[in-house]
C-alpha cells in the first residue's frame, strides 16, 4: 500500500459530461501530480500541485482542471469528456515540491471509460 | 513530450535469464528514477540514481547511468515469473520543472 488514496476506482460516463476524480496524498506529502495513462501515449503528466498551489503544468487539456485543497486532497475536473479521454488517471505524492529528488508513491488510478 | 524513451519496447526471457533495458533522455537531468507496474496497477519506484553516480544495485536490480551518452539501464537478474511487468525510466524535464516525466516504457515477460 502506498499510502496514495485514489477514488473511484472506475468511472464510465457519456461524451460532453464532466467527472471529478480524488486524491489523498500520503500522509504528509506535499505534493500532488496527476498523470494520464493511455495505450497509445504512455505516462503523461497532467500537472503538480504543492502546498495548494500550482506547481507545474504538463500536456494538461484547457477542458481539464485541478485544484489542491488546505487538507493537501486533490481534485482532477474533466469536463466535456471525449472517447479518447478514456485512459488510466494516476496521481502520486511527494514529501516536497521537487519530485526527481525522492521516490514518487502512485496511487492505483481511477480507470476512466467514456462512452 | 516524452524526455525518456525505453528501448525494448517489449522484452520475454525464461526464469533464470537476466532481463537488460535502456533509457535514452534529452537533457541534462539531475536525477533518474526506475519504476514498476504491474498491469493496470500504480507504479511502484524501484531506485533513484543521481547524476553524479555510475553504477547503483539494489537487490537483483542494478541501474547504470551515462550522462555523457544520456542514458541508463536497468538490469534484473536471475528473472522471476513475479518481475512480469512494465518497467519505466523517469526523469525531470526542464520544461515540466519539478515534475517527473516518464517513458513509454518496456514491458517485460518472464515465463517458467
Known amino acids: 500500500d502506498s499510502g496514495v488514496t485514489q477514488t473511484p476506482k472506475h468511472l464510465i460516463t457519456a461524451t460532453g459530461q464532466r467527472v471529478t476524480l480524488r486524491c489523498s496524498p500520503r500522509s504528509g506529502d506535499l505534493s500532488v501530480y496527476w498523470y494520464q495513462q493511455s495505450l497509445d501515449q504512455g505516462l503523461q503528466f497532467l500537472i503538480q500541485y504543492y502546498n495548494g498551489e500550482e506547481r507545474a503544468k504538463g500536456n494538461i487539456l484547457e477542458r481539464f482542471s485541478a485544484q489542491q485543497f488546505p487538507d493537501l486532497h486533490s481534485e482532477l475536473n474533466l469536463s466535456s469528456l471525449e472517447l479518447g479521454d478514456s485512459a488510466l488517471y494516476f496521481c502520486a505524492s511527494t514529501p516536497t515540491g521537487t519530485g526527481i529528488n525522492t521516490e514518487a508513491f502512485f496511487g492505483q488510478g481511477t480507470r476512466l471509460t467514456v462512452v | ?112
Open chain 2, 1 to 112: 513530450s516524452q524526455q525518456g524513451e525505453e528501448d525494448p519496447q517489449a522484452l520475454s526471457i525464461q526464469e533464470g535469464e537476466n532481463a537488460t533495458m535502456n533509457c535514452s533522455y534529452k537533457t541534462s537531468i539531475n536525477n533518474l528514477q526506475w519504476y514498476r507496474q504491474n498491469s493496470g496497477r500504480g507504479l511502484v519506484h524501484l531506485i533513484l540514481i543521481r547524476s553524479n553516480e555510475r553504477e547503483k544495485h539494489s537487490g537483483r536490480l542494478r541501474v547504470t547511468l551515462d550522462t555523457s551518452k544520456k542514458s541508463s539501464s536497468l538490469l534484473i537478474t536471475a528473472s522471476r515469473a513475479a518481475d512480469t511487468a512494465s518497467y519505466f525510466c523517469a526523469t525531470d524535464a526542464w520544461q515540466a520543472g519539478t515534475a517527473l516525466i516518464f517513458g513509454k516504457g518496456t514491458t517485460l515477460s518472464v515465463s517458467s
